[in-house]
């Protein structure tokens, strides 16, 4: 079965502070997608990246980063220069594979990030 | 348009009351899912709908009745609900077979007394 751990609970970090919250997966599909979300208190899960199984290129969107490594199975989110409005719930997910056309997210269990001024 | 709209924001009901949540998008998506997040935990699927037909069910109680009356739409019926189904509801869309496009609704922040 497919599984996503986020071994971070929570974090807590003053503002400015880079912080990364790790993800790792097990799969044994062949192709899946991997995804961060980001999920404020109004409770909206808004989507921040995607990634597929066959592209291990890291990828930089401002202050954001992330780091896909199949051979350790992980796939972390950084956070340079963090900010108040950072802070969140933040999920990593995986896809299942296809089933009759649709497909599963599996989640994590969450990391709630707290950045303090 | 890349949004799936989701209607009330907030619903409150009793145990004996009748409601249903509602999801909309328009953006050709014929894969729509209904996902249940209690606090603190992450979302949990319930039921996905393929070219508007069911095709998966997670083992969920009868007392939530999915529909999907047309490509765009797609609702949840609520009957004899309890306290412990209190939790926020999520609607996503996708395009069937491309999981990496996979928008969520805003979600129903709903409460059973």
């Known amino acids: 079965a497919q599984k996503v751990t986020q071994a971070q609970t929570e974090i807590s970090v003053v503002e400015k502070e880079d912080v990364t919250l790790d993800c790792v997966y097990e799969?044994?599909?062949?192709?899946?997608?991997l995804f961060w979300y980001k999920q404020p208190p109004s409770g909206e899960l808004v989507f921040l990246i995607r990634?597929?199984?066959?592209?291990?290129q890291n990828e930089i969107s401002g202050r954001y980063s992330w780091n896909f490594q199949k051979s350790t199975s992980s796939f972390n989110f950084t956070i340079t220069a963090s900010q108040v409005v950072d802070s969140a719930v933040y999920f990593c997910?995986?896809?299942?594979?296809?089933?009759?056309?649709?497909?599963?997210?599996?989640f994590g269990q969450g990391t709630r990030l707290t950045i303090n001024p | 348009d890349t949004e799936v709209t989701q209607t009330p924001k907030h619903l409150v009901m009793g145990m004996t009351n009748k409601k249903s949540l509602k999801c909309e998008q328009h953006?050709?998506?014929?894969?729509m899912y209904w996902y249940k997040q209690k606090a603190k935990k992450p979302p949990e699927l319930m039921f996905v709908?393929?070219?508007?037909?069911?095709?998966i069910n997670e083992s969920v109680p009868s007392r939530f009745s999915p529909e999907c009356p047309n490509s765009s739409l797609l609702n949840l019926h609520l009957h004899a609900l309890q306290p412990e189904d209190s939790a926020l509801y999520l609607c996503?869309?996708?395009?069937?077979?491309?999981?990496?496009?996979?928008?969520f609704g805003p979600g129903t922040r709903l409460t059973v007394l």
């Open positions: 996503a869309s996708s395009l069937p077979g491309r999981p990496e496009f996979k928008y």
């Open positions: 990634r597929n199984s066959f592209d291990e």
């Open positions: 953006m050709g998506h014929r894969a």
């Open positions: 997910a995986l896809s299942e594979a296809y089933l009759q056309g649709a497909q599963k997210l599996v």
């Open positions: 799969t044994r599909d062949t192709t899946y997608y």
């Open positions: 709908y393929s070219y508007e037909k069911l095709s």
